[in-house]
């Protein structure tokens, strides 16, 4: 399934439900924590199921949310979502990453969701995320070193892999690091996000007992149908004001007082957070 089939069906699957709070935990401890009021991100796709979510609960808690994207398809679908979730947004059409229709220091944070692997040119982008910013620079990407991620990448979705090519190197954050020092930003804060217990293969579990070959009909029906939906959109429409808590009671990982660099064997995401000097 594809960003356009997921602009009308929010069925996202369990483990998108839970990356989405995790984030949304802490985006808002970010805020907090360096008083952001404006909000660019850009790209606003990068995680898979419905595309331009990802800094809802920022607009939630009132900050000015700017969602960058280079499909006037996928701008005009976001719309309408944010539409139906009553909240403010504006919407910009970006015809070049390496050139953000923005001025300096123009935001107070600026950031991506492992998005940079689907851009011609992320070093131009990260660059502008640092130019646009007059505050916080915050970035993540998928973690490689991950089993899911190796699962994902030999046996079950080869295929993206080889589209992506060359691109797949933007999972390295010493890189990213560097080149976000360069253009002026000081890290101030790495880890890791999204450290449920299952593998990271980035599509609902019947798909993948699908590709990996795996015919049993009573599997299949315990993760499809009525019984196996959810839905983030669900829970910000008030339709399931219970899917929080019956989602974070995985969180046990994401919430443990561990070292990132243990978390790291499992965790989904790495993550650089930066301030401009």
């Known amino acids: 399934m594809d960003w356009q089939h997921y602009l009308t069906d929010y069925n996202e699957g369990l483990g998108l439900v839970y990356e989405r709070f995790v984030l949304n935990d802490f985006l808002l401890a970010l805020r907090a924590r360096h008083g952001i009021e404006t909000v660019l991100e850009a790209p606003l796709y990068g995680m898979a199921g419905v595309s331009g979510i990802n800094s809802v609960a920022l607009a939630q808690a009132g900050c000015?949310?700017?969602?960058?994207?280079?499909s006037r398809l996928r701008l005009d679908g976001v719309q309408r979502i944010w539409q139906e979730l009553a909240l403010p947004v504006r919407l910009v059409q970006v015809l070049d990453w390496g050139r953000l229709p923005f001025a300096d220091n123009s935001f107070d944070l600026a950031w991506e969701w492992a998005g940079l692997w689907y851009l011609p040119n992320a070093q131009a982008l990260l660059h502008e995320l640092a130019r646009v910013s007059?505050?916080?620079?915050?970035v993540a990407m998928p973690n490689r070193w991950q089993v899911g991620y190796f699962m994902r990448k030999y046996l079950i979705d080869q295929r993206f892999f080889q589209e992506i090519g060359a691109r797949?190197?933007?999972?390295?954050?010493?890189?990213?690091?560097?080149?976000?020092?360069?253009?002026?930003?000081?890290i101030v804060d790495q880890g890791v996000l999204d450290v449920?217990?299952?593998?990271?293969?980035?599509?609902?579990a019947s798909e993948v007992l699908q590709r990996l070959g795996i015919r049993s009909a009573k599997l299949q029906d315990q993760f499809q149908g009525e019984g196996w939906t959810w839905s983030t959109m669900a829970y910000y429409l008030g339709q399931q004001p219970e899917l929080r808590e019956q989602v974070m009671r995985y969180a046990w990982l994401d919430h443990a007082s561990l070292p990132w660099q243990i978390k790291a064997v499992w965790a989904h995401h790495r993550y650089l957070v930066g301030v401009k000097g």
């Open 168 to 186: 797949e190197a933007w999972v390295d954050m010493a890189m990213i690091r560097g080149i976000l020092h360069a253009a002026g930003v000081q």
């Open 196 to 204: 449920p217990p299952w593998p990271d293969t980035v599509m609902p």
């Open 64 to 70: 000015q949310v700017t969602l960058a994207d280079d």
């Open 134 to 138: 007059r505050r916080v620079v915050f």
